[in-house]
């Protein structure tokens, strides 16, 4: 069982959570997750099943996209709804003001990573000082806002603002919130958050829970996409003569890629006769070197 299934999770459960319910329930060991998905927060979810679990750090690397909602007014010490009240006032606070603002966070950006996050410091979790009571300082974060749209709004004492994000990986969306609450001097929470896209794996084609249950009762594994799904990298086709050399970790010159030019150093996936994954390769100055091979 060699893939990858692009989960719907559920608010309430850990990313963990998810991967020990697939193993249960597909009663399959080698089971890994993609990137982590706060408890509370519900999405798109690759999870990567079999020899499929070498490639999880490609998928991690890929661009993500969320609908999240906010609250101007209000602060919490977790920068979403679920910490505690820091402040909380009402606002004068009009639509046009957050459309001016949001061009001011689009491009490269500076973040410095919320307390209640799993970034280390020292050996610790920040989350770890942030329950002991302690602030420590934090280095900021460079990332990437490549859309930041304003889809609804709510004229409330503590105004709402629906928000579509497309944004690079490592992207807080609660501090995002947290910092164009600042920007505006209001302060602001966010209070509600579902991821629509991880890399090229959407909402509309994700699974629920439920339905990889009943497919597997039923025995069947449509949830299941082929290990190469959606990796994002640039192709490259071998000819028949050199995939046994491919397999035995000898490098093939190839003047066909699919995609954008690779650069050297760079990751390729690479295919043989009959669109075969043979795995994933590195491409040197016109030659693809064996990194990963999936075909024995």
Request: hydrophobic share 35%.
């Amino acid at each position: 069982m060699d893939g990858v299934i692009n989960v719907l999770k559920p608010p309430g459960m850990t990313s963990a959570d998810v991967v020990a319910w697939l193993r249960r329930t597909l009663s399959f060991r080698k089971v890994g997750h993609t990137g982590t998905l706060d408890p509370e927060v519900a999405g798109v979810l690759p999870i990567c099943l079999g020899r499929a679990t070498r490639l999880a750090e490609y998928f991690t690397e890929q661009g993500k996209a969320y609908r999240a909602e906010m609250i101007f007014g209000l602060t919490t010490d977790t920068q979403d709804i679920h910490g505690k009240v820091l402040s909380s006032e009402p606002q004068n606070l009009g639509r046009e003001r957050v459309l001016e603002m949001l061009p001011h966070f689009l491009g490269k950006i500076s973040q410095v990573p919320p307390m209640y996050s799993a970034v280390r410091k020292n050996g610790k979790h920040l989350y770890e000082y942030a329950r002991a009571g302690m602030a420590v300082e934090r280095e900021a974060r460079e990332v990437e806002i490549y859309h930041f749209e304003l889809v609804d709004w709510q004229e409330e004492d503590l105004p709402r603002a629906l928000l579509d994000i497309e944004c690079s990986k490592g992207t807080y969306i609660r501090t995002l919130c947290h910092d164009l609450g600042e920007r505006l001097g209001t302060g602001g929470t966010m209070s509600y958050l579902l991821r629509t896209r991880s890399g090229p794996f959407t909402l509309d084609a994700s699974w629920t829970l439920e339905e990889v249950e009943t497919s597997v009762q039923k025995g069947g594994d449509a949830f299941l996409l082929p290990p190469a799904a959606g990796l994002g990298l640039s192709r490259v086709d071998l000819p028949a003569a050199r995939i046994k050399a491919f397999c035995q970790g000898l490098p093939s010159s190839c003047q066909q890629v699919k995609g954008s030019e690779p650069r050297d150093g760079q990751a390729v996936q690479v295919f043989g006769g009959d669109e075969c994954f043979l795995g994933i390769g590195i491409w040197r100055e016109g030659s693809v070197y064996p990194h990963k091979v999936f075909v024995g």
